[in-house]
């Protein structure tokens, strides 16, 4: 009975043989397709991972450009500094003798040591003085100040009376 069933064993194991080797061969198939999968991804990456240090190589001297840039901006604004503080002590000498010049003339000095004149001296004296009035006496009826806040409606009309000289005035 056992040899009857060897020829059934024997396919039946060839049969399993063959669908090992056949699960190892789709195996192998799909593991190839990812491995090439991987393979294109991992190009993809290298090149990109070479383009991007490209640029940060370009970056960076972009950055060295401009560092450079700056210290000589630095330097062109410290001259510029150095210089505008010579120009100002300079102009400052000048004035100091220009103004010395001016006030040294005798004509200069008479004109600073005259008195001003009375009437004039109380034009300008403005101390001691009460305010101004509202409305000032010498004034038609009617042509005082407007009391604060009384609005449009004391205003006289716009266009009541045409200017007589050219100019509007």
Sequence with gaps: MIAALMPFIRRLLL??????????????????????????????????????????????EQLNAQAAAIQQQQAASRELASQLSALSRQHAAAAAKLEAAIHATPAAAAWGSAAIPGPVARLLD???????????????????????????????PAGGQLATTPGGA
């Design 15 to 60: 049969n399993l043989l063959l669908a090992v080797a056949l699960l190892a061969g789709y195996t192998l198939w799909q593991q190839s397709g990812q491995l090439q999968r991987q393979a294109s991804s991992l190009s993809a990456a290298l090149r990109d991972s070479a383009t991007l240090a490209e640029r940060n190589r370009a970056q960076g």
């Design 126 to 156: 403005t101390t001691g003085q009460p305010a101004a009035p509202a409305a000032d006496p010498a004034l038609p009826d009617g042509d005082g100040l407007r009391p604060a806040g009384a609005g449009a409606e004391d205003q006289r």
